[in-house]
């Protein structure tokens, strides 16, 4: 999975664009199965259950394609909850660590869906719908890392989890309730540094050791990947084995064989998905050239909100190669595709082949948070449609692109205007 090597074929992206149009998402299923066999391999001394966060990329055909691998699902929503429910994962294999608590917690817990309580408020609100319940505690271990500050969910500046140092009084809730804490959960951040990471994971073993009915510690995603060159990809076969000791010297110090669970969401999409766009045009200004794509940042977000890097290939024919800005659609300054890394407003201009209008492009690194987040319907574009390249390499519509009718739909005008 080298961010070298986009996984569409000049052929096969000429094939798509004439089928689905463009811009048009594109995912491999051989790609997201090899990414889910290659969580599967974590190391685990007592077990593991992987769950894939679906906000990565929630379309019912990549959540069946996870169902059939076998793994479960990290929901940040009810909606989410639901979401997953229809695409056929039992209530068992969902669980919820949400910012929010949805209104129907209750149904929900009742159904069976696992829940991690992020705040002891939420501790204290699932208590009073489901009094006796197996529950997990997330925590915010002290400690966060993150590709950028907007990615980063540890540490005393980062509103997510239960603060550690309030472990003793969310025991106290929890036992108020009859609330069993059967799991404890940790997550830093997206993009994490793999030796925070694992130095949270002793972290966590520490609060494990404080809830003794705890027989699962979930530490969460943020495995890194190399979408471009330079990048550091984290390899989980690596970063998992230290844990694993850790694990082992926690059962031998305590008797307690934790399971583990790992929730990634960018691991297991993120560079098996892309943006199959079209340059629409090419400008000039007296230093820059800029070639215009149909799409931007409302397919993909990433490079406006966090000045993330994606891979563009341009499919011109031309040998010649000039400096080119790569820019979005939208009418939006700020809708730069090529920026400058961690820098949004920063035009960072790539080294490509001469195009011109028609040029298609390939945007890669683009299957996880960009269908899923993305500035939808701005400037009234429709939403693009999804793709997956099956194993018989065909390309099957997974979702089709929005209509202007779908678009207004819900829109309503009051009588006398
Ligand atoms: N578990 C929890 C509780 C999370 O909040 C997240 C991501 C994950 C797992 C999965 O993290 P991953 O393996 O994808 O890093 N939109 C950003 C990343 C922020 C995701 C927020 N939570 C991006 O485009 O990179």
Redesign the pocket.
């Given at each position: 999975m080298s961010p070298e090597t986009p996984f569409l074929t000049a052929e096969q992206a000429r094939r798509v664009a004439d089928e689905h149009g463009t811009p048009c998402y594109v995912y491999s299923q051989e790609r997201l199965e090899a990414a889910a066999d290659a969580m599967l391999a974590f190391p685990a001394a007592f077990g593991l259950t992987v769950r894939y966060?679906m906000?990565?990329s929630p379309s019912a055909a990549i959540l069946r394609l996870f169902h059939r691998k076998g793994l479960h699902i990290?929901a940040?929503s009810g909606w989410e909850v639901r979401r997953a429910m229809r695409a056929g994962f039992a209530p068992d294999r969902i669980s919820l660590?949400t910012q929010q608590l949805p209104e129907d917690i209750g149904e929900l817990l009742a159904l069976g869906v696992e829940v991690n309580a992020c705040s002891l408020a939420q501790v204290d609100r699932i208590g009073a719908v489901a009094p006796g319940r197996a529950i997990g505690l997330?925590f915010n271990p002290g400690k966060g890392s993150g590709?950028t500050g907007k990615?980063n969910?540890g540490g005393s500046d980062s509103s997510?989890g239960i603060w550690h140092g309030w472990a003793d009084e969310a025991a106290a809730r929890a036992a108020r309730a009859g609330l069993r804490v059967v799991r404890i959960h940790t997550?830093i951040?997206?993009?994490s540094d793999p030796a925070v990471w694992q130095a949270v994971a002793d972290l966590s073993l520490a609060l494990v050791a404080r809830f003794p009915d705890a027989t699962t510690l979930n530490l969460?995603?943020?495995?890194k990947v190399a979408r471009v060159d330079g990048e550091k990809a984290t390899d989980p076969a690596v970063v998992g084995v230290p844990v694993r000791a850790a694990f082992e010297r926690f059962a031998e110090a305590t008797g307690r064989r934790l399971r583990l669970e790992v929730?990634?969401?960018?691991?297991l999409v993120a560079n098996a998905g892309a943006v199959l766009a079209r340059v629409v045009d090419v400008v000039r200004t007296d230093t820059r050239a800029f070639a215009k794509l149909d799409t931007g940042m409302t397919e993909l977000l990433?490079p406006s909100?966090?000045g993330?890097q994606h891979p563009v290939t341009l499919l011109s024919g031309s040998a010649e190669a000039e400096p080119t800005v790569v820019v979005g659609h939208c009418c939006e300054s700020g809708d730069l595709i090529t920026c400058a890394p961690g820098e949004s407003e920063t035009l960072a201009p790539r080294l490509l082949p001469r195009c011109a209008s028609g040029d298609l492009a390939i945007v890669g690194g683009a299957g996880?948070?960009c269908a899923a987040?993305s500035a939808k319907n701005y400037n009234s574009f429709p939403e693009a449609p999804e793709v997956l390249i099956g194993r018989d390499g065909r390309a099957h519509l997974i979702r089709r692109r929005q209509t202007l009718d779908q678009m207004l739909a819900n829109e309503s005008v009051p009588e006398g205007l």
């Open positions: 966060a906000k990565a990290d940040s660590s997330r590709g990615t969910v997510f997550h951040g997206s993009g969460g995603g943020g495995y929730e990634p969401g960018t691991f990433r909100l966090y993330a996880a948070y987040m």
